[in-house]
């Protein structure tokens, strides 16, 4: 009797536990981190945003996706240069808040937008340290053509591109011609956002 009551009293100490971890989904404890912004609700408001944005002649602003694939393999790299592409584009966004009339009844996706990329800021990874150094390289490193191409680039050379060109564009903000870029790109922005410096989005 003593052993079957001993018994039942392990089964209350262990069990209660991890009944609590299973019902407290945020619990730190028993889940190493919870889904963060859903990108489905950026895309569908950067797709209603730029949907009347015809396409911007030039050099773009933000690298092939080939190349950037290199960088959002390395959590550090992709998370500094998340930082920077965010901040641009919300930049943008306030700047030609004005420019988009809206149906005052209906919701302004302008505006709507310009929150959101807000909640993406807090799902990149913080690693303010070390982005201090890749900063630095951009601002050292020569803005003129580079000697290699980006095919041959290693992931930290293709980051401080990637971060001259957005600094280019920052000094640039009330130049026409760069905003209409920036609001192309807009389109495809979900695209660069996913990889090692944003955190999981989505249970699957």
């Given at each position: ?9 392990l ?25 963060c ?11 209603l945003?730029?949907?009347d944005?015809t396409?911007?002649d030039?050099?773009k602003?933000?690298?092939?996706h ?7 393999k ?32 209906e ?12 909640q993406?800021r807090n ?20 803005t003129?053509?580079p ?9 930290n ?12 564009a920052s000094r640039?903000?009330?130049?026409a011609?760069?905003?209409?870029m920036v ?22």
């Amino acid at each position: 009797m003593a052993g079957a009551l001993q018994y039942c009293f392990l089964i209350l100490i262990f069990g209660i536990p991890m009944h609590i971890c299973a019902a407290v989904v945020r619990d730190t404890k028993c889940v190493r981190e919870e889904p963060c912004f859903d990108l489905n609700v950026m895309v569908n408001m950067a797709e209603l945003v730029s949907k009347d944005v015809t396409a911007a002649d030039g050099e773009k602003i933000l690298l092939k996706h080939s190349s950037f694939d290199k960088i959002r393999k390395r959590r550090n790299l992709h998370s500094c240069v998340l930082q920077e592409i965010i901040n641009l584009f919300q930049d943008v966004l306030d700047k030609t808040k004005g420019n988009y009339v809206h149906n005052k009844e209906e919701l302004n996706h302008h505006i709507e937008l310009i929150h959101i990329m807000d909640q993406l800021r807090n799902c990149v990874y913080k690693t303010k340290d070390r982005c201090k150094k890749l900063y630095k390289m951009s601002d050292i490193a020569t803005t003129s053509s580079p000697a290699i191409s980006e095919r041959n680039m290693t992931a930290n050379q293709l980051a401080v591109l990637q971060l001259q060109k957005l600094k280019s564009a920052s000094r640039r903000l009330n130049d026409a011609h760069v905003q209409e870029m920036v609001m192309d790109e807009l389109k495809s922005l979900n695209l660069y956002i996913k990889g090692k410096g944003f955190r999981k989005i989505t249970n699957d």
